[in-house]
């Protein structure tokens, strides 16, 4: 099969969707595989790399599109990309389909095959495209998080690990899921207080089990969260109910009760995030404050990392990418019932329901 990876070109999207190693395979099978020129630079992989590995460098995003039997990208296509893609290219990238009518619009008319990665699932029922970035932003999220408590950008002044004599600064974690683990690990591994809220006794049991003992479990709820607010000194949001907003845990009039110079990092931000007063931020412009309380939401963390994303992503997505040029994707989705769940759109019908329904069409999928 003849594989193409185009250069991201939404804005400030620096991860490629195919790292050499993963080139590097795809040819060991016997494919072609076409990058686009620089399409791997924002992530420190550079054209003599894919090229010292058998693939084909091509100068422009139409040479790889026209060339390409499968597209493996990133992010959704974006508006100038419409036109790019053919009738059975397959395209397995990460789309979201349900946040934008425009691309499903543009998606069904180009009669492509859009396998999306947010939805292809394993045995247990989770994501395994998503999970990789979940980690990322959950480290990410203390590493912010213990940046903005630094007083020369209007934190409160502490260093999460303290020192010899004084004490460790205090993480409160809401959620115990993806997000939630690794921020608390990062933060136990600063020397941190670690508090970690959930309502799945099976998590925090895990939790529990797994983390030192200066990582505290407790049962999520809003007397233990308003008990909490007062005493921590960094807030991780990292709540996720799939398919759903993500519930508010901590509202506007609870503020008052933190300390000046707190920061709340809302992970969950991407899903109407679990504090009242978060909004999107950008990497450009990442915090806001709100009664001396200090914000951080950018809904792409991943995005600062592009390295670590992009080969966390390539991980999970090249085994099914293997398979996909194998054996095809109508094989492949008949002989991997979870990689067929990726399945969203099929040469102008679509085949998730959960996409009609978002935009409340009356078309049966
Ligand atoms: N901002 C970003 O760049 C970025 C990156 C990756 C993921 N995310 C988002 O982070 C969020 C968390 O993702 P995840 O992969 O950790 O999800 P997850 O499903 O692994 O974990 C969510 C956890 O929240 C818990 N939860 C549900 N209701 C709760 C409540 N009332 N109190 C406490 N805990 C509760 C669940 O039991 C679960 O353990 C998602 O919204 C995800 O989209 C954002």
């Not at 508006?79 to 425009?102: C, G, M, R, W």
């Not at 308003?226 to 996720?240: S, W």
Request: charge should be negative; aromatic fraction near 6%.
């Amino acid at each position: 099969m003849k594989i193409g990876i185009p250069k991201e070109i939404k804005n400030n999207e620096n991860r490629v969707g195919m790292t050499p190693a993963g080139v590097f395979e795809l040819i060991k099978n016997n494919h072609t595989v076409y990058v686009q020129s620089t399409a791997g630079e924002g992530s420190g992989f550079f054209d003599a790399d894919y090229e010292s590995v058998g693939a084909t460098i091509l100068p422009t995003i139409q040479d790889v599109y026209a060339e390409s039997d499968m597209i493996v990208k990133v992010k959704e296509p974006i508006e100038e990309e419409y036109d790019l893609i053919k009738p059975n290219q397959v395209l397995f990238t990460y789309f979201h389909f349900a946040s934008s009518e425009a691309l499903t619009l543009a998606m069904l008319k180009s009669n492509a095959v859009c396998i999306a990665y947010e939805t292809v699932e394993d045995e247990e029922g989770t994501l395994p495209l998503l999970t990789p970035m979940s980690e990322v932003a959950g480290r990410m999220a203390i590493q912010q998080g213990a940046k903005y408590l630094e007083k020369p950008i209007k934190g409160k002044g502490i260093l999460l690990g303290g020192v010899p004599g004084v004490p460790p600064g205090k993480v409160l974690i809401l959620g115990a899921g993806v997000v939630g683990i690794q921020a608390a690990k990062m933060a136990a591994g600063l020397g941190a207080h670690v508090t970690i809220l959930d309502v799945n006794m099976k998590r925090l049991r895990y939790v529990n089990d797994i983390m030192p003992s200066h990582v505290i479990t407790e049962f999520s709820s809003e007397y233990n969260i308003r008990k909490h607010i007062k005493t921590h000194d960094l807030i991780v949001g990292g709540v996720l109910i799939k398919g759903a907003k993500a519930p508010k845990l901590i509202t506007r009039d609870m503020l008052k009760d933190m300390h000046p110079g707190a920061v709340i990092v809302d992970v969950a931000v991407d899903q109407g995030g679990c504090i009242e007063t978060t909004k999107p931020t950008t990497h450009e412009d990442p915090t806001y404050i709100i009664d001396d309380v200090v914000h951080y939401c950018v809904a792409n963390m991943p995005g600062a990392v592009p390295y670590t994303s992009t080969v966390a992503l390539t991980n999970v997505t090249l085994p099914y990418i293997l398979k996909l040029a194998n054996k095809g994707w109508e094989v492949a989705c008949d002989e991997d019932k979870l990689l067929a769940k990726g399945l969203n759109i099929v040469k102008g019908t679509c085949v998730l329901e959960e996409i009609e329904e978002a935009f409340g069409w009356n078309v049966s999928c």
